[in-house]
């Protein structure tokens, strides 16, 4: 039986500015763009999520959440630092280390010889440690797969530390709502309910081949973390041929102002994805799902790498040209990048191609 430990830091961004910065201790904080402009919310402190602020929120709606919210931009190079500080601690229990982003990984010790081989102590040992070196707090889910390890470090945030074993898997699946699974977006969600499936135990109720039917290869997906099964390995060495995010909107765009408003949260998503894996990109894809379904893809390949928000932000105009946008309802967007390399301190500012800036 493998032991899976997923290991992510509570409020990442934000924490490490409330560390650095004691006045700000206790207040709501959210680390992102300029809500003046077309800023997003990167990370919210807790007690700025008291006021419904979240990540990926842009950032004007969560001013108006919140008159009193401390805006803070990024310092990715300090995000950095201290995120190489927790896999220090990391690599005292294991090799086998997936990174995620720069505040979550997931860690398989089952061969860990460290706490007498368990991975519950090992969990509690990584979160002490990480708070004795980095002054911050972590949560921690147990289990024996990625997906129910995943689930786990979310139960008692912050400061969490939760054990699924495989006699507790099927009771807590049972009543978890479908939106609550990894993997669930949206629009996955609303069919699932159309369908009579809104608990995980409902899900297990339906044969495989009616959930492939329904949701296509995803089905089978749906069908074994129903059932607790989840066979992906913690894969430390991985070489990473793309990056991108994409989201089904519960309403479609249909202007292009509404596309425009959409972009910025993908686009940082993508970005952030970038810069935690210290990655740069030379090639841009669009992709857009119209409400018909029709899926279409847009690509550019650029001479110079791209990282930032603002550079890939204004890699896309071109690409939208090429669609149908604001003429055609859209359900789905997405931001993928590709032609990976080594970021080497690309510079901001010198790509001019007419889309605002974020934040």
């Known amino acids: 039986m493998r032991k899976i430990i997923h290991v992510d830091m509570d409020a990442f961004y934000a924490s490490v500015e409330q560390r650095d910065r004691p006045e700000l201790r206790g207040r709501p904080v959210v680390v992102g763009g300029d809500p003046a402009g077309r800023g997003v919310v990167a990370a919210a402190s807790y007690e700025a999520r008291r006021f419904g602020i979240h990540s990926a929120m842009p950032a004007a709606r969560a001013a108006r959440a919140c008159p009193d919210l401390v805006f803070l931009r990024p310092r990715f190079d300090v995000y950095r630092a201290v995120s190489r500080q927790i896999h220090a601690v990391f690599r005292r229990y294991t090799d086998w280390i997936e990174p995620l982003s720069l505040d979550e990984a997931y860690l398989d010790v089952t061969d860990g010889s460290a706490c007498r081989g368990s991975a519950t102590l090992m969990a509690r040992e ?21 997906f129910l390890a995943k689930l786990a470090s ?23 709502p479908v939106g609550d699974f990894h993997g669930v977006g949206p629009a996955t969600e609303r069919r699932m309910k159309a369908h009579g499936i809104h608990t995980g135990g409902d899900l ?34 991985r070489e990473r041929k793309s990056l991108g995010h994409e989201t089904t909107y519960a309403s479609d765009l ?12 993908l686009v940082e998503r993508v970005a952030r994805d970038l810069a935690a894996r210290e990655l740069a990109a030379r090639t841009v894809t669009l992709k857009l799902k119209y409400a018909d379904f029709v899926q279409i893809t847009r690509r550019r390949t ?25 003429r055609r309802p859209i359900r789905l967007l997405g931001v993928t990048c590709s032609g990976l390399q080594a970021r080497h301190g690309v510079p901001l500012g010198e790509l001019d191609l007419g889309w605002p800036s974020v934040g």
């Not at 105009?317 to 946008?325: I, Q, S, W």
């Open 126 to 146: 990584i979160k002490a440690a990480i708070h004795e070196t980095t002054g911050l707090v972590a949560s921690a889910g147990v289990s024996y797969n990625k």
């Open 204 to 237: 297990r109720t339906h044969e495989l081949h009616e959930l492939v039917e329904w949701f296509g290869k995803a089905g089978r997906h749906y069908y074994q973390i129903a059932r607790g099964v989840d066979d992906r390995p913690v894969q430390s060495r």
């Open 154 to 176: 979310d139960v008692d945030k912050p400061d969490g530390l939760y054990l699924i074993d495989p006699e507790a898997a099927p009771a807590f699946i049972e009543t978890l």
């Open 302 to 326: 650029f001479t110079r790498p791209l990282s930032s928000a603002e550079e890939l932000l204004g890699a896309l105009p071109g690409l939208f040209d090429d669609t149908e946008a604001g």
């Open 254 to 265: 249909t202007s292009r102002d509404e596309v425009e408003a959409a972009l910025p949260p």
